[in-house]
């Protein structure tokens, strides 16, 4: 069964600008969550969704939106990139039957 | 505050070592989890620990799930250059309804 993959590996942004980015769960798995890690803070929950409805938020701002397609892939969105944004943004797809989360291997935000 | 609470923070030993690492919690959960994350790469996930005082093993790596559910060791076995990496645990609590991690440990091992 092929992993959790996400989409692109690497961007770099300057203030103010906008980033989407893309995951792909493993197959069969409904539910996607979304992390933020940088090393100050660790590994932080953004969101969840499944089954397309977002289930659970973080203590983020709004500029940090996501959504979910019914083929289960998702999309998180940032919105007027501040300095601080820059960071490792995970994406893990969750096996319900166990509560066990599978990571993809990570977009790296660069924010200039 | 942190729902899990990982010691050591870092871990700098030789190759050949024995070492182990905690994470603990006043809550109790159905399962935990063990990631190893190497930089700039998502999280690995090494074991999944279900059942209380449960001990499972891989190859040198021995993890074990507290009686009560609440906390968990990982033990490596004479260490190699290898099993640098940063250590995670992780669970999924009903408060919240989220998973949470543990504040991670940073091991390296030194040839």
């Known amino acids: 069964k092929a992993g959790v993959t996400q989409t692109p590996r690497y961007l770099i942004k300057t203030r103010g600008q906008q980033v989407t980015l893309s995951c792909s769960p493993i197959s069969g798995h409904r539910s996607v969550s979304w992390y933020q890690q940088t090393p100050g803070q660790g590994l932080q929950f953004l969101f969840e969704?499944?089954?397309?409805?977002?289930?659970n938020k973080g203590n983020f701002p709004g500029r940090f939106s996501g959504r979910q397609f019914s083929n289960s892939r998702s999309e998180m969105n940032v919105s007027t990139l501040e300095l601080g944004d820059s960071a490792l943004y995970l994406c893990a797809s969750r096996q319900q039957s166990t509560d066990t989360q599978y990571f993809g291997p990570g977009t790296r935000l660069t924010v200039l | 505050t942190q729902l899990l609470e990982q010691s050591p923070q870092f871990l700098s030993i030789q190759e050949g070592e024995n070492l182990t690492v905690y994470c603990n919690s006043s809550?109790?959960?159905?399962?935990l989890q063990w990631y190893r994350q190497e930089p700039g790469e998502g999280p690995v996930l090494l074991v999944t620990v279900v059942t209380g005082g449960e001990v499972k093993k891989l190859k040198r790596l021995t993890f074990q799930f507290g009686d009560a559910r609440k906390d968990s060791s990982l033990h490596i076995t004479a260490a190699q250059t290898g099993d640098t990496g940063l250590y995670l645990c992780?669970?999924?609590?009903?408060?919240?309804?989220?998973?949470?991690f543990g504040t991670g440990t940073s091991l390296t091992v030194i040839p």
């Open positions: 969704y499944f089954s397309e409805t977002q289930r």
């Open positions: 809550s109790v959960f159905s399962s």
């Open positions: 992780a669970a999924f609590a009903n408060t919240g309804n989220q998973f949470y």
